[in-house]
């Protein structure tokens, strides 16, 4: 069992304890931030004297083949270290002699984990942030071929007004916008570098941290070495974007599974992303969509579970917060994951615009605009309000559209409606006269859609 403790205790460590306290089985994915960080730290101990400049080099050399050997697989991270630090410096060890040892010269595991663990976390929040990106060109993509698209608007999941396609989509493009903007926030307020704040009252040694701090593309060190080694907030606010990124995928994967059932038709999901009944023949399930819907509450899961975790944990470093790593690891996974299945998914679905623009006029999606008619035409709202709800059930009671109605039986109930009437209710008249910025009407859909152009281009 390689550690890195040891001259303070009589005994061997019992197996059982060992493998309870490891982290290697999962903090191995930190070996390019260990190494990474490891670099730094030495360029900078050989910049105030504190190494020889053949020392750095010599360490530098040895970190490079370790790195070098790892990836080429003749080096095996293996379950006999008790953690990626332990097996980085064992190794630099058995290369280089003497000099190795020197490595850990003013740090501790608990600023090293921490720096570990920030440079993955950024590094991952730029991953996450490039598969937002290609989602949000691919939302951009349809809403570009829909400006007019008819189709229902919803509230309480009841038929409302008319909008378009276009519109629909343009909703989550400003979500997963947002998203964006989430991961840029945290990214920035995270990018504060702990190596140098030792155990949790920094080092007697004169360390340049400013130096680290750049060398590693910091925005500086940080200012109070017990909070260095013991803030996991940049991992509180990660999950708590992801949670968000996934209950977005997860509404609109909802609405997907809708719009494929029978009863909407308003989609079919491509082949690649659904798949039959074991039983059933006839069947084409929204699998994809309903594990995209499910995985959420996994994600949410790994923000309940830090967030319990950190409550009670007095300042500085305790062993609790190595539990941060794997259900970090697991939600951002789980993340990347489904943005790539759900943006491969909506790129391949075909959208039946004939059903979606139907069920807008059966739906009596216009009949506000059938009220605002007769406001135009002196008629007070609430009575042209109660008017149209009568006409409305007039038609539910025929089995037909407000655009089926016949002109007669408008004007039994109000003179002031004419022939006009028709194509005040049409959906294309519906959805063109709604032109205030950020409403579906054409021009001022294609207004926004050139606003994302322009922010995918610039961001």
């Known amino acids: ?270 082949d690649a992303y659904s798949t039959g009944s074991s039983i059933m023949p006839q069947k084409k399930n929204p699998d994809i969509a309903e594990l995209l819907r499910g995985k959420t509450g996994r994600v949410y899961g790994a923000l309940m579970s830090i967030l319990t975790t950190m409550k009670g944990i007095p300042l500085a470093y305790n062993k609790d917060m190595q539990e941060d790593k794997e259900l970090t690891f697991d939600a951002i996974d789980t993340v990347k994951g489904c943005l790539r299945l759900f943006a491969g998914m909506i790129s391949t679905m075909e959208f039946h615009k004939d059903v979606m623009e139907a069920s807008a006029k059966n739906g009596f999606t216009n009949a506000t605009d059938a009220a605002d008619y007769l406001v135009n035409h002196g008629v007070p709202f609430r009575d042209a309000h109660g008017i149209v709800g009568r006409l409305v059930l007039l038609c539910i009671e025929k089995g037909i559209s407000l655009d089926e109605l016949p002109l007669e039986e408008y004007q039994k109930l109000s003179p002031a409606f004419e022939e006009d009437i028709y194509e005040a209710v049409s959906m294309k008249t519906c959805v063109e006269k709604r032109e205030t910025y950020g409403a579906p009407g054409p021009q001022a859909m294609k207004k926004v859609i050139e606003e994302n152009r322009e922010y995918l281009e610039q961001n």
Not at 18 to 40: E, P, V
Not at 114 to 143: F, N, P
Not at 200 to 205: F, P, R
Request: aromatic share 8%; with cysteine.
């Open 1 to 270: 069992m390689a550690q890195l403790w040891g001259g303070r205790f009589t005994k061997e460590t019992d197996k059982l304890v060992y493998n309870f306290n490891a982290s290697i089985s999962f903090d191995r994915k930190f070996y390019k931030q260990d190494i990474m960080g490891s670099r730094a730290h030495v360029k900078m101990l050989a910049k105030q004297g504190i190494l020889t400049g053949k020392e750095r080099d010599q360490i530098l050399e040895g970190l490079d083949g370790i790195l070098r050997d790892v990836e080429n697989g003749t080096l095996e991270i293996t379950s006999e270290y008790e953690d990626i630090h332990s097996f980085v410096e064992a190794n630099l060890i058995d290369r280089i002699g003497d000099p190795g040892k020197k490595l850990h010269t003013g740090r501790s595991r608990n600023d090293q984990v921490a720096l570990d663990m920030k440079l993955y976390v950024r590094d991952e929040i730029d991953e996450i942030d490039g598969e937002l990106k290609t989602l949000l060109q691919e939302l951009l993509s349809l809403m570009e071929k829909n400006v007019d698209t008819y189709m229902p608007g919803f509230t309480h999941l009841q038929k409302a007004q008319p909008v378009t396609l276009a519109h629909h989509i343009g909703a989550y493009f400003e979500m997963f916008r947002r998203d964006r903007g989430r991961m840029a926030d945290i990214r920035k307020r995270m990018n504060l570098c702990p190596l140098g704040a030792g155990a949790l009252a920094g080092t007697t040694y004169p360390l340049d941290r400013e130096y680290t701090a750049e060398l590693l593309g910091f925005d500086g060190p940080t200012r109070n070495s017990m909070d260095s080694v013991s803030d996991r907030d940049y991992v509180i606010e990660l999950l708590s974007a992801l949670s968000t990124v996934m209950m977005h995928l997860s509404r609109f994967s909802e609405e997907i599974i809708l719009w494929n059932s029978n009863e909407y038709g308003f989609v079919e999901i491509d």
